[in-house]
Nanobody
Framework: QVQLVESGGGLVQAGGSLRLSCVAS????????MGWFRQAPGKEREFVAT????????AYAESVKGRFTISRDNAKNTVYLQMNSLKPEDTAVYYC????????????????WGQGTQVTVSS
């Protein structure tokens, strides 16, 4: 079992930056590929970014490529999402997830989910 707790969300103006963190507890963090997803009001959950267990390989949604960076620190059991050049359309609840597959971009590929952190970008 893995417990995930996100933090770092908040209200920011368009063009600003935020860094989300997700701390994992329970079983060995480094044995899981990690992902970030988001869900805006009235919309389905969508993939944002994923990172492999070693941290070497990453993948991003086209909508965030070049603006967001996923990283992890296995010594701290933490995965991060650095979000730059934020846009109002980035407003959503952001969730981190732990799974067992290589660069999976769909929700069913992940076994554990956090409760989410709200990101609001004002125009």
């Amino acid at each position: 079992q893995v417990q995930l707790v996100e933090s770092g969300g908040g209200l920011v103006q368009a063009g600003g930056s935020l860094r989300l963190s997700c701390v994992a507890s329970g079983r060995t963090f480094s044995s899981y590929d990690m992902g970030w997803f988001r869900q805006a009001p009235g919309k389905e959950r969508e993939f944002v970014a994923t990172i492999t267990r070693s941290g070497i390989n990453t993948a991003y949604a086209e909508s965030v490529k070049g603006r967001f960076t996923i990283s992890r620190d296995n010594a701290k059991n933490t995965v991060y999402l650095q979000m730059n050049s934020l846009k109002p359309e980035d407003t959503a609840v952001y969730y981190c997830a732990a799974g067992g597959g290589y660069l999976i971009t769909t929700g069913p590929g992940y076994d554990y989910w956090g409760q989410g952190t709200q990101v609001t970008v004002s125009s």
